[in-house]
């Protein structure tokens, strides 16, 4: 395979979702001018909306079916072996900076080297979310309304020395001896909702203030939200606060991937690099009654994706895709053939007939669930499918974007042409079946369902010193 560039840059956030909701949008102008030299994906989804099963599929290349990383409990372990393990064995030097949310950084996943790395704590994660059957009580949850406005976090100063030593190591003269694949991955936006002072300033948080949303009438969504009960925490001005410093870490965000894009400029690189920017996930702010992810709704489940580059015709596409793309596309810009990768190639042409999934399995939900997302004639559709005999989910995203009228009674046609779909991919109840399993194979090592209630709760993974 002839490689189509020497490098590539992919540089990742946490829980930025594609499009703002609750009043004046962040200026980005850096990732506005990546957007023009390159090509945004305006379809593009995440595998699942949570980090860690999330964050083993980009590495892998592969869905959670195929993963075995079903929650936040069961992280990446090296296998199977994606995108990182066939670069370096290829050739490429292959460096990660930043938070990779995987087992530990001993496991071989492919870099030969960690900067900053952060994994989950203590390399079991959070496995409280294992507990669905029943689902059981998960009371920190009011830090989320808390901790919000102005201020300095530790996640702050992290993203911060990322920024620094994948800049550092990009301007070194060292790189221009081998291709390379550098992999640069900050925490923002993800909550505490605090940014830094100067740049929350310069939003008011009036603008983005709102009473409490109702939950939607569905029964497993009434479970998650049961669980991640944030909203009962918040007031309509505590809201606009949070969401005025979730918009500032968007261009908190933004700077930081000026200063990387600035440094490759200075390398000299920039003209024989592919460069990628996207987020694990999306981020509900409060929509439909639910802050953070673990919904199919679009806020959460779907995501921003750019890719630019010599060569890249610019414009904007409406196919869907997945971040499981992101292996098959590193490869195949850096012409190295690999096999047994589930995504396809995002310098491919565009495929209109194509379908993606995405697949949750933990914290709040007692059944697996599983989006389907699909073009065709009649529009953009997306499906959800609850396991177990829990009702689905149906919404024409052209006529019906907030995605408020479930259309599973009224167009039986296209939820046959669903399933079908769905089920050309994937056995949904055998899939929801085998992760039950599997999990509980896992509370099991963990010590037992006490074991897991009686251990500490906590918010959000720490910023470094995880492992």
Same mark, same amino acid.
């Given at each position: 395979?002839?490689?189509?560039?020497? !490098?590539?840059?992919?540089?990742?956030?946490?829980?930025m979702?594609?499009?703002?909701?609750?009043?004046?949008?962040?200026a980005?102008?850096?990732?506005?001018?990546?957007r023009?030299?390159?090509?945004?994906? $305006? &379809?593009?989804?995440?595998?699942?909306?949570?980090?860690?099963?999330?964050?083993?599929?980009i590495?892998?290349? /592969?869905?959670?079916?195929?993963?075995?990383?079903?929650?936040?409990?069961?992280?990446?372990d090296?296998?199977?072996?994606?995108?990182?393990?066939?670069?370096?064995?290829?050739?490429?030097?292959?460096?990660?900076?930043?938070? @990779?949310?995987? /087992?530990?950084?001993?496991?071989?996943?492919?870099?030969?080297?960690?900067?900053?790395p952060?994994?989950?704590?203590?390399? %079991?994660? *959070?496995?409280?979310?294992?507990?669905?059957?029943?689902?059981?009580?998960?009371?920190?949850?009011?830090?989320?309304?808390?901790?919000?406005?102005?201020?300095?976090?530790?996640?702050? /100063?992290?993203?911060?020395?990322?920024?620094?030593?994948?800049?550092?190591?990009?301007? $070194?003269?060292?790189?221009? !001896?081998?291709?390379?694949?550098?992999?640069?991955? *900050?925490?923002?936006?993800?909550?505490p909702?605090?940014?830094?002072?100067?740049?929350?300033?310069?939003?008011?948080?009036?603008?983005?203030?709102?009473?409490?949303?109702?939950?939607?009438?569905?029964? %497993?969504?009434?479970?998650?939200?049961?669980?991640?009960a944030?909203?009962?925490?918040?007031?309509?001005?505590?809201?606009?606060?949070?969401?005025?410093?979730?918009?500032?870490? #968007?261009?908190? %965000?933004?700077?930081?991937?000026? &200063?990387?894009?600035?440094?490759?400029?200075?390398?000299?690189?920039?003209?024989?690099?592919?460069?990628?920017?996207?987020? $694990?996930?999306?981020?509900?702010?409060?929509?439909?009654?639910?802050?953070?992810?673990?919904?199919?709704?679009?806020?959460?489940?779907?995501?921003?994706?750019?890719?630019?580059?010599?060569?890249?015709?610019?414009?904007?596409?409406?196919?869907?895709?997945?971040?499981?793309? %992101?292996?098959?596309?590193?490869?195949d810009?850096?012409?190295?053939?690999?096999?047994?990768?589930?995504?396809?190639?995002?310098?491919?042409?565009?495929?209109?007939?194509?379908?993606?999934?995405?697949?949750?399995?933990?914290?709040?939900?007692?059944?697996?669930?599983?989006?389907? /997302?699909?073009?065709?004639?009649?529009?953009? #559709?997306?499906?959800?499918?609850?396991?177990?005999?829990?009702?689905?989910? @149906?919404?024409?995203?052209?006529?019906?974007?907030?995605?408020?009228?479930?259309?599973?009674?009224?167009?039986?046609?296209?939820?046959?042409?669903?399933?079908?779909?769905?089920?050309?991919?994937?056995?949904?109840?055998?899939? !929801?079946?085998?992760?039950?399993?599997?999990?509980?194979?896992?509370?099991?090592?963990?010590?037992?369902?006490?074991?897991?209630?009686?251990?500490?709760?906590?918010?959000?993974?720490?910023?470094?010193?995880?492992?």
């Amino acid at each position: 395979m002839t490689a189509r560039y020497k !490098n590539a840059l992919v540089m990742i956030c946490d829980e930025m979702a594609p499009m703002t909701a609750w009043g004046p949008p962040p200026a980005t102008p850096n990732l506005d001018l990546l957007r023009k030299r390159g090509v945004s994906f $305006d &379809a593009a989804y995440t595998p699942s909306p949570i980090c860690v099963p999330t964050r083993a599929a980009i590495a892998a290349g /592969r869905w959670l079916h195929e993963t075995g990383c079903w929650s936040s409990a069961e992280p990446y372990d090296g296998t199977p072996q994606g995108w990182a393990h066939h670069l370096r064995d290829a050739g490429v030097e292959t460096a990660s900076f930043g938070k @990779l949310h995987f /087992r530990k950084a001993d496991d071989d996943c492919g870099f030969e080297s960690q900067t900053e790395p952060v994994h989950v704590v203590d390399g %079991i994660g *959070w496995p409280r979310g294992l507990l669905r059957r029943p689902v059981c009580d998960y009371d920190a949850t009011a830090g989320i309304a808390e901790e919000i406005g102005a201020g300095e976090t530790d996640y702050l /100063r992290f993203d911060r020395r990322v920024t620094d030593a994948s800049s550092a190591w990009m301007r $070194d003269d060292a790189r221009k !001896n081998r291709p390379w694949c550098a992999f640069v991955s *900050w925490f923002s936006p993800h909550y505490p909702l605090t940014a830094p002072a100067d740049l929350f300033a310069q939003f008011d948080p009036c603008a983005y203030e709102s009473g409490a949303e109702a939950v939607p009438d569905h029964p %497993i969504l009434r479970e998650i939200a049961g669980f991640f009960a944030h909203d009962q925490h918040f007031t309509p001005q505590s809201r606009g606060i949070a969401r005025a410093a979730y918009y500032t870490l #968007w261009s908190f %965000i933004d700077a930081q991937v000026g &200063a990387v894009l600035d440094a490759l400029e200075a390398s000299g690189m920039a003209d024989e690099t592919l460069i990628l920017f996207t987020s $694990d996930h999306g981020e509900m702010l409060g929509g439909k009654g639910f802050w953070g992810k673990s919904t199919m709704y679009e806020p959460s489940v779907r995501v921003p994706l750019i890719i630019a580059g010599a060569g890249i015709a610019q414009g904007r596409r409406d196919d869907p895709v997945s971040l499981i793309d %992101i292996a098959p596309t590193l490869c195949d810009a850096l012409g190295v053939t690999a096999a047994g990768f589930s995504g396809r190639s995002l310098l491919s042409p565009p495929r209109p007939d194509r379908a993606v999934i995405s697949e949750y399995h933990d914290g709040g939900a007692s059944v697996g669930i599983t989006m389907l /997302r699909w073009n065709d004639a009649g529009g953009r #559709w997306k499906y959800v499918h609850y396991a177990e005999g829990a009702p689905a989910q @149906l919404f024409a995203l052209d006529h019906d974007p907030d995605e408020t009228c479930n259309l599973i009674d009224q167009r039986p046609d296209m939820a046959q042409t669903a399933r079908d779909k769905l089920w050309s991919i994937l056995d949904p109840e055998a899939v !929801n079946r085998q992760a039950h399993a599997d999990q509980a194979a896992r509370i099991a090592e963990l010590g037992g369902r006490e074991a897991i209630l009686a251990a500490p709760q906590w918010n959000f993974t720490p910023a470094g010193g995880t492992d």
